[in-house]
């Protein structure tokens, strides 16, 4: 099996676990993974994590034009962002994950750490959320204010909608997406009932021993 293929199937295969698991639901979200080559493959419009074909995955160029495949999801220009700001960006992950997206929804968060530090492995696997102000799904505004924030940050939130997530490796982008899911998880929990948080000297040790680029 070539690389590609290869990769194409791994993708198809962590977005059926997502949606299996709630992360996405009918035809949200999507991802992006690129390859030694610098083509990117994308999932289409409209297709949902739960029975993708990996034969059918969307191909862009290094500049995010459609050279084959199904039509790619309209959501390119975020993946793009990401990509071109974070060299060693390897793969992009945007759900709809329900508890990021109720987070997403409140008033008052903070714009540029939208989650506090309530575990260690929030402020290791991504250090912090900012947040973007509401724009219409598929707008390409979203890329350029991703574009603002991505070469310091690996996650980004989108008000209203829901995270973009990078990552090293296909893995790694799922992973990071799944530690926020469920810090977000927590934080909500946790909300109505009060609670600590890591110092910041905690913080700041924890950001010395694993640093975020």
């Known amino acids: 099996m070539s690389e590609e293929q290869t990769l194409r199937v791994e993708l198809c295969e962590w977005a059926k676990s997502m949606f299996m698991r709630g992360y996405s639901s009918g035809g949200a979200g999507n991802i992006s993974a690129k390859l030694p080559d610098d083509t990117i493959i994308v999932t289409p419009t409209n297709s949902s994590f739960g029975d993708l074909v990996p034969e059918r995955l969307s191909k862009l160029d290094a500049m995010g034009n459609w050279i084959d495949g199904d039509k790619p999801t309209k959501e390119v220009s975020m993946h793009m962002a990401m990509y071109e700001q ?3 960006c390897q793969a992009v992950v945007h759900l709809h994950s329900p508890w990021l997206t109720a ?10 750490n939208c989650l ?3 575990t260690p492995y929030y402020v290791m696997r991504v250090g912090e959320l900012p947040l973007v102000e509401y724009l219409p799904p598929g707008d390409p505004k979203i890329g350029d204010e991703i574009a603002k924030l991505a070469k310091k940050h690996s996650a980004i939130l989108l008000s209203n909608h829901g995270p973009v997530v990078g990552g090293k490796t296909l893995r790694q982008a ?3 997406a799944e530690e926020l899911e469920d810090t977000a998880r927590l934080y909500l929990t946790l909300l109505p009932l009060g ?9 700041q040790e924890l950001k010395n021993r694993y640093p975020q680029k």
């Open 116 to 118: 506090p530090p309530i």
């Open 174 to 176: 799922f992973f990071n």
């Open 86 to 88: 974070r060299p060693d």
């Open 103 to 112: 987070l997403s929804c409140l008033e008052n968060v903070d714009k540029n």
């Open 195 to 203: 609670f600590k948080t890591l110092t910041e000297s905690d913080v």
